[in-house]
């Protein structure tokens, strides 16, 4: 990390505030995901909320201090609405049981929330899958996602892809993954619609881009919407979306290292050409990262994709998710390709670039391939997270 803040021209005489929020965002990540609360993980995942939107706007520009607000406004008005969901549960579940805890705790609400009025408890998830919808970048509720990525400081936009926009579908399979079959049943065509709706929005949203950093967002758009596509088919659908879900933190950070260091050397990230001809290092890193996150093998992204599109069992979705993911595919390779082999138009370096922030992608890189190659233990991982 020392290497990418002192050759990211972050601002040295605030770094101990750099690295205080992005410790306190690690240390409510952590908390977070061992809650066993549903308001301590509402609260924790707000808190992600408001250490990141300072990380998000630390270049101090006009473009990253607006994304940092459009960031923190959506993100806050749609996690007050989780917040509504999970407080209507709350009370429901207190009347009926006069426990204060049972209501709080999700190893006894998935056995009261039976008792909860079926239009009410539809209601309350329906706000809480809005809300922290709105932090995983699914659409109609992604407006902040590309802005925030593409204006932060590509180590916090490794952050914010990798980790901290999955925190919101983390909190979704948190409650739907204790809810039983009928409630959950009723909620498979809002997963359906939210996730064709992200994958085709996000792919199409590629196509004509120039800044490689916003690309990437629209990417990660398209990947939340096979996330919340897998999870219209419970139960090997939940744990293919929770393999994508890994998949995709770690590719998505990989990519936008390697994205990060063209930026670094180059000193712009948009309309760059023929980068193989200065550092082919550099050029395939960049492109490897893009094919692999784009799903091909031999790399473990290939397999939660494959494994979405055996869950759905339906042809016609099955159809629609491939066509959807194919012109992501072309969009982002496309792009990428002419970056690293197009004709070149401008030769100047401005930096070079640092063999550690040269190895930090290329060690995920083969990470990845690693894990596509004996994917076995993964693959079980994944299926032992799904109750059944």
Known sequence: MEQYVENFGLNKATLKSYYSMLTITFLTLYVMSISNNAFILWVFVEATTLTTVLLVGYGRSENSLEASWKYILLCVVGLTSALYGTSLIYSYIFNVTGDPYKGLLFTSIGKYISSVEYETSTFALLMIVIGYGVKAGIVPVHWWLPDAYSEAPSPISAVLSSVVTGCGFYAIFRWFTILSPPIYDSFKPVFLAIGIASIFIGSLSIIGQTDLKRALAYSSITNMGVIALAMAYPPLGIAYAIMHLFNHSLLKATTFLATGN???????????????????????????????????????????????????????????????????????????????????????????????????????????????????????????????
Request: with cysteine.
């Open 262 to 388: 063209l930026e670094h050397v180059y000193g712009r990230r948009n309309s760059l050409h023929g980068v193989i001809a200065d550092s082919p290092v550099l050029g395939f890193t960049a492109i490897a990262s893009v094919i692999a996150l784009e799903g091909s093998p031999p790399f473990s992204m290939f397999y939660s994709v494959l494994g979405v599109a055996l869950a759905i069992g339906d042809i016609a979705i099955t159809l629609i998710y491939l066509i959807g993911l194919f012109i992501g595919f072309i969009a982002l390779t496309y792009m990428f390709i002419e970056t690293i082999w197009g004709e070149k138009v401008n030769r100047n370096m401005k930096n070079k670039c640092p063999r550690l922030m040269v190895l930090t992608p290329l060690l995920l890189l083969t990470l990845t391939a690693i894990l596509g190659l004996y994917i076995s233990p993964l693959a079980n991982m994944c299926w032992r997270c799904v109750p059944r």
